[in-house]
């Protein structure tokens, strides 16, 4: 059959004779060129009928252009109809083949970020899922929690995945209300999410969405409609034995905690009130004490390289796999006093606008392991060598003050709980090692005065912070944390790899650095 690029007559003509091709294909060609062909629009039937003669069918297919997947179609035009159909037929048998979702619960939360995240579904997802012929049920929140009310209580029968368009902190409450339903039979399991969650990058962080790749809404929708996903691990965050919530990104204590709780008495700012909080309490900044116990299992100084969309790191078959079954107390504890200017335990790489490379550029999708980073109190001018080091992806652990553990589990236990009243009263926390922080992130010197950074003056006892997880603030500072290997699945590939010479994500601006 001879293919043609049909003129704009010819599309008209495709249109008015009404074939319903519902069309579509995946073409795999190696991983620079992987096209999606999914069905075309249905034909808009109210134009009348020219009198011409011959047919087309659209084929419509996702192409990778550096990190962004892009839209594109392709007409395949052929007068002798009869020859056309066996394509169309061909082509739709291997689609129907595909694992790909076919009805989706959408849950747009509008006053995220800029407030556009109705706009963006509307116009830049919902055509791709419709010329996808995915079904979908819509439910735009009207409260903060309405997300984690609906996703523990409705009935998934029949959804193939949920699908968020928000920022991390209405992602995270649709994780939260996946992973607390209650079990069918009533037994206590390890968490694990009974579908898979794409999110469309609508809020002002965007933290999960720049980590799991698909920080660009049309990237995001591909990726879900071609039913391309990977496995996250999940964070359970404990206080005195009670589950708290469960985390994907980052949760952190201290300055970050302190600029978070600022920054929602600004939310009317939209995104830029994160700006100025930070600045805001940069010069009120001051270290928290307290000490830091945490589980470590062997293969936790192996080198990890960042991780990408083929990262075999993530790919490796995992020893605590969906859910872990075993090896959930394996390991040494270990301890570290404070004082801190941060206390930080990053999930996956938590890249984002502000940190391209991500605060923890070290961390996985699903490594298994959770990525303690302590920063210890010192000076303003250090502090912010930190903060440009982690922006620039320029080493940040490789500083004296920085600390950077690889961890199973971690107890943070502010001196304000007090020694002998802990919330959490692990008796191992008791057993746990005093740890030579040289060993860990270079040379530490402890600071002789707390003032550096505007703490406290000695004899007043010293307020504790508050915890910044994944965007939402949670005031109970001696909390547990533990890594849930491969709890969900989340649509996406991972960051997709840069070819020598193109742009920094696909937008054409090139960048110096490439990796
Ligand atoms: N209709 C609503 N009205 C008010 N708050 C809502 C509504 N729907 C959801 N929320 C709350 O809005 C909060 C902020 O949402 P989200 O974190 O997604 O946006 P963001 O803070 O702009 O983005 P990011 O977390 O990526 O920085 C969430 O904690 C969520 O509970």
Same mark, same amino acid.
């Given at each position: 059959m001879a293919l043609a690029t049909p003129s704009d007559k010819d599309i008209f003509k495709l249109i008015l004779y009404d074939i319903k091709f519902q069309s579509a294909r995946t073409m795999w060609h190696g991983n620079q060129k992987e096209h999606l062909i999914v069905p075309v629009a249905p034909p808009d039937c109210s134009i009348p009928a020219p009198n011409t003669c011959g047919k087309a069918f659209a084929v419509h297919y996702a192409e990778r252009v550096g990190r962004r997947w892009k839209l594109r179609v392709q007409h395949f035009h052929q007068k002798n109809v009869a020859l056309l159909q066996p394509w169309v037929d061909q082509l739709q048998s291997l689609l129907n083949g595909e694992q790909r979702p076919r009805r989706l619960l959408v849950i747009i939360n &509008? $006053?995220? *970020?800029?407030? #556009?995240a109705p706009n963006i579904y509307t116009k830049k997802v919902q055509p791709i899922f419709t010329l996808a012929g995915v079904q979908t049920e819509v439910i735009q929140t009207t409260h903060a929690g309405h997300a984690l009310a609906v996703l523990r209580r409705c009935s998934l029968h029949g959804q193939d995945g949920v699908v968020v368009v928000g920022g991390d902190g209405t992602l995270m409450e649709a994780l939260n209300g996946l992973l607390t339903r209650p079990s069918p039979d009533g037994s206590d399991r390890p968490p694990c999410a009974p579908l898979p969650i794409g999110v469309i990058p609508a809020g002002s962080t965007d933290a999960v969405c720049g980590s799991v790749g698909t920080a660009d809404p049309v990237t995001a929708a591909l990726l879900i409609v071609m039913g391309v996903t990977r496995w996250v691990d999940v964070c359970s965050l404990r206080t005195a034995g009670q589950l708290l919530r469960y985390s994907l990104s980052m949760i952190t204590y201290g300055f970050f905690g302190d600029v978070l709780q600022d920054s929602e008495k600004l939310?009317?700012? !939209? &995104?830029m009130r994160y700006n100025v909080a930070g600045a805001g309490r940069f010069w009120r900044s001051r270290a928290y004490r307290g000490s830091v116990a945490f589980r470590t299992a062997p293969g936790a100084m192996e080198p990890h390289k960042p991780c990408f969309a083929d990262c075999d790191v993530c790919l490796r =078959? &995992?020893? =605590?796999? =969906?859910?872990? $079954? /075993? *090896? /959930? %107390?394996d390991g040494e504890w270990h301890r570290v006093s404070g004082p801190f200017l941060v206390v930080s335990s990053a %999930?996956?790489?938590?890249?984002? #606008? @502000? $940190?391209p490379e991500g605060m923890c550029p070290r961390a996985h999708l699903s490594d298994g392991w959770a990525h303690l980073i302590l920063v210890r109190q010192t000076s303003r001018a250090n502090f912010l060598r930190y903060m440009y080091r982690s922006a620039a992806g320029k080493a940040p652990f490789d500083l004296p003050f920085v600390e950077y553990y690889r961890v199973k589990e971690f107890e943070l236990l502010p001196e304000s709980t007090g020694d002998d009243q802990r919330l959490l009263g692990e008796a191992h926390i008791n057993l746990a090692m005093s740890v030579d922080s040289t060993a860990a992130g270079g040379e530490w010197r402890a600071p002789e005065? @707390? $003032?550096?950074? !505007?703490?406290? &003056?000695? *004899?007043r006892r010293p307020l504790d912070s508050v915890w910044n997880c994944d965007g939402e603030v949670v005031t109970d500072p001696a909390v547990n944390l533990r890594v849930h290997p491969r709890a969900i699945r989340l649509f996406g590939r991972g960051v997709e790899r840069l070819e020598e010479g193109s742009g920094c994500c696909g937008c054409g601006r090139r960048t110096k650095k490439q990796i």
């Open positions: &509008p $006053t995220c *970020g800029s407030r #556009k939310r009317w700012l !939209g &995104p =078959e &995992p020893v =605590e796999a =969906e859910g872990e $079954t /075993q *090896g /959930q %107390n %999930n996956v790489s938590c890249r984002c #606008k @502000i $940190t005065r @707390i $003032t550096a950074t !505007g703490a406290a &003056p000695a *004899g």
